[in-house]
């Protein structure tokens, strides 16, 4: 079965930087893309971007471009999100996702999210 | 860029059923048929339950489907149940910088 495994929680300081992960198991990894969303307590949900584990082709929101970079390492089926510069209002659950098909939305499979939170 | 507009809240009865809106532009909803819905439950990872406006993911239950007219999609959930009590998120592709745009949600409540 499809699973995506997160690191856990993390605690920041303002302008420092995350490096979440999401393992993959129970698919190829290279023939699907992984997206990453985050949701603020309380909040809704925002796209952040993706990665196609293929090539490693990204597209990042445009509202992050700059301060965020996602990879994978096919060799560890293992896709990571790193946020640079991080602000009090970057504080949100991070979740990894499988594609559907391809590379982009829409998303079938979601890791257990990861508590990122910036606090001084 | 504001998201797709949804109703904050929606009810129904168990038996009954309800529909949910998500209004956006034709940058997005109505200029392209790549509009998702998802179901999250307190505490958990968001579900697709219907993708391309209208598809049901293996799986779903076919109480669930979608539409579209204009710039507006819509979620029909059918035989209302308890455990169809969640938020509800659709969606879209956007020809804008942002590239994929999410409604503000929707809580359901089966009351």
């Known amino acids: 079965q499809v699973q995506l495994v997160q690191s856990g929680a993390e605690v920041k300081k303002p302008g420092a930087s995350v490096k979440v992960s999401c393992k993959a198991s129970g698919y190829t990894f290279t023939s699907y893309g992984i997206n990453w969303v985050r949701q603020a307590p309380g909040q809704g949900l925002e796209w952040m971007g993706w990665?196609?584990?293929?090539?490693?082709?990204?597209n990042y929101a445009q509202k992050l471009q700059g301060r965020v970079t996602m990879t994978t390492d096919t060799s560890t089926s293992t896709a990571y999100m790193e946020l640079r510069s991080l602000r009090f209002d970057d504080t949100a659950v991070y979740y990894c996702?499988?594609?559907?098909?391809?590379?982009?939305?829409?998303?079938?499979?979601w890791g257990q999210g990861t508590l990122v939170t910036v606090s001084s | 860029q504001s998201a797709l507009t949804q109703p904050a809240s929606v009810s129904g009865s168990p038996g009954q059923s309800i529909t949910i809106s998500c209004t956006g532009t034709?940058?997005?909803?109505?200029?392209?048929?790549?509009v998702s819905w998802y179901q999250q439950h307190p505490g958990k990872a968001p579900k697709l339950m219907i993708y391309?406006?209208?598809n049901r993911p293996s799986g779903v239950s076919n109480r669930f489907s979608g539409s579209k007219s204009g710039n507006t999609a819509s979620l029909t959930i059918s035989g209302l149940q308890a455990e169809d009590e969640a938020d509800y998120y659709c969606s879209s592709y956007t020809s804008s910088s942002t590239l994929e745009m999410f409604g503000g949600g929707t809580k359901l409540t089966v009351l």
């Open positions: 996702a499988k594609a559907h098909r391809g590379s982009s939305p829409p998303v079938d499979y």
């Open positions: 034709s940058s997005d909803v109505g200029g392209y048929n790549y």
């Open positions: 990665i196609s584990a293929y090539n490693g082709y990204t």
């Open positions: 391309d406006v209208s």
